[in-house]
């Protein structure tokens, strides 16, 4: 319980009438009797607009810097809410930070598996990992962070509130190119993470494909590695290996996923648990939708429509690769749409990725924006991709569906963007009638 009337690391005037709750929120619409509301600014409007909506709620406690009912009054509700997350997230056994250009989720929720640890769901805000530090900084389980940034100077704020005690990169690759420049802008910014926080030294990990960026710096995944599994195999079935002699079978997963298994291994083995164990939960691993999530049917939808690097889509290229129907049936079929924030180069960049699209798949589809070079069949819009997919799609045939959602753009750029094929997903699942929905990782 959050009890607003024991001692806080900030400056605050706690109203009488405050009570303890369970779990903090930034959205007014979350709050109730158990879940208090803290008022921050926003892009377009402070929460201070909101407050009066959460305390009809029953929020039990108001961050703000208003004098109202139930309100424990800061000057600042932002900087009380990070000084917050610090205090509490010094008594968590273990933080493990993950960053990347592509497979951030996934490595975040293997690792969680293994280490038995807790970790975010999806928000990888700075207020939402604040919320969840304060909210389970004393759990006395390890905590595991995933850490994006879309700006120079970002992962440094992100460093000095999460202060991780591993820091990972799982990838290096153009994305966010807008804001970060090059690919070298993209290593210096994500490598803070792996560097010595306050008072602390942090362990670095990288990624086999990240590591030569890092040199140094102890590599995970397959090959010549610092951490490695050996004796990988990926099928249609799903991905196999073993790390230090235990066996690991991670069912409709294929080598991105892997790679992550290793490092959850590594850090599982790390913290002296018992890797059998490990294995055993890694198999068990769910994501959210539209992470490389398989679903068999009458021909099978590998929904990886969340969003997309060219990193990450080569990788998903590879994945579709790997699929094959017994006695040469059916066909890999990838849909791809536009990746965003590539700056300059993105039509160069589309190309290469459509280039190892028709290498890689024997039917590909482009939509919108870069249409043409994503794939040979180029659609202008997601209707029209519907109409001619659904058309062309087949029993036994495999169709790996993803783009980039734009979700760091407002409602009215992302609509302009045309971007989104979870629709295409769903539409794909109805036809396969795709009711297994088991998470390949």
């Known amino acids: 319980m959050l009890d607003p009337h024991l001692p806080l690391p900030f400056q605050a005037t706690v109203h009488p009438e405050a009570r303890a709750a369970r779990r903090l ?30 305390l009809a709620a029953g929020a039990p406690f108001v961050l703000t810097d208003l004098d109202v009912p139930r309100a424990v009054r800061v000057p600042e509700a932002q900087a009380a809410l990070f000084a917050w997350a610090r205090a509490e997230r010094a008594y968590a056994p273990l933080v493990v930070g993950v960053t990347g250009s592509a497979g951030k989720t996934t490595a975040k929720s293997y690792v969680a598996a293994a280490l038995d640890a807790l970790f975010m769901p999806v928000f990888n805000t700075m207020p939402a990992i604040a919320c969840f530090l304060i909210e389970f900084g004393r759990s006395g389980r390890p905590l595991v962070v995933e850490m994006g940034i879309d700006r120079v100077g970002e992962m440094a704020e992100l460093v000095d509130l999460v202060r991780p005690d591993v820091g990972v990169v799982t990838t290096i690759g153009p994305a966010h190119l807008e804001q970060l420049g090059s690919i070298e802008g993209i290593a210096r910014e994500k490598g803070v993470i792996l560097m010595d926080g306050p008072g602390q030294a942090v362990r670095g990990l990288v990624g086999e494909q990240a590591s030569a960026y890092y040199p140094g710096v102890d590599s995970y995944g397959f090959g010549t590695v610092t951490h490695a599994g050996q004796n990988l195999t990926v099928s249609p079935q799903g991905a196999s290996f073993t790390f230090e002699g235990v066996p690991v079978v991670l069912p409709l997963a294929a080598r991105v996923q892997a790679e992550a298994a290793v490092l959850a291994l590594t850090l599982a083995r790390d913290a002296q648990l018992d890797l059998s164990e490990a294995a055993g939960r890694l198999a068990a691993v769910s994501v959210p939708g539209g992470r490389y999530r ?25 994945a579709l690769h790997g699929w094959g129907q017994p006695g040469g049936q059916g066909r890999r079929i990838s849909v791809l749409g536009r990746m965003l924030e590539l700056g300059p180069t993105e039509r160069a960049l589309h190309a290469e990725v459509g280039a190892y699209a028709r290498e890689r798949a024997d039917l590909t589809f482009g939509v919108g924006a870069f249409a043409a070079e994503l794939g040979e069949r180029a659609v202008a819009t997601v209707p029209e991709l519907l109409s001619a997919l659904l058309a062309e799609v087949r029993d036994g045939d495999v169709v790996l569906v993803k783009a980039s959602r734009g979700i760091s753009w407002t409602p009215e750029r992302r609509a302009q963007e045309g971007v989104g094929l979870d629709v295409v997903v769903q539409a794909l699942l ?8 088991r998470p390949g990782t």
């Open 430 to 437: 109805e036809r396969a009638g795709s009711l297994d929905d």
């Open 25 to 54: 929120t930034w959205d007014s619409r979350e709050a109730s009797p158990d879940v208090a509301f803290v008022a921050l600014p926003g892009e377009r409007m402070h929460g201070n607009a909101f407050v009066e909506q959460a």
């Open 294 to 318: 398989v679903h068999p049917g009458r021909f099978t939808v590998i929904d990886d429509a969340y969003n997309a690097s060219p990193v990450a889509v080569r990788a998903a290229l590879d």
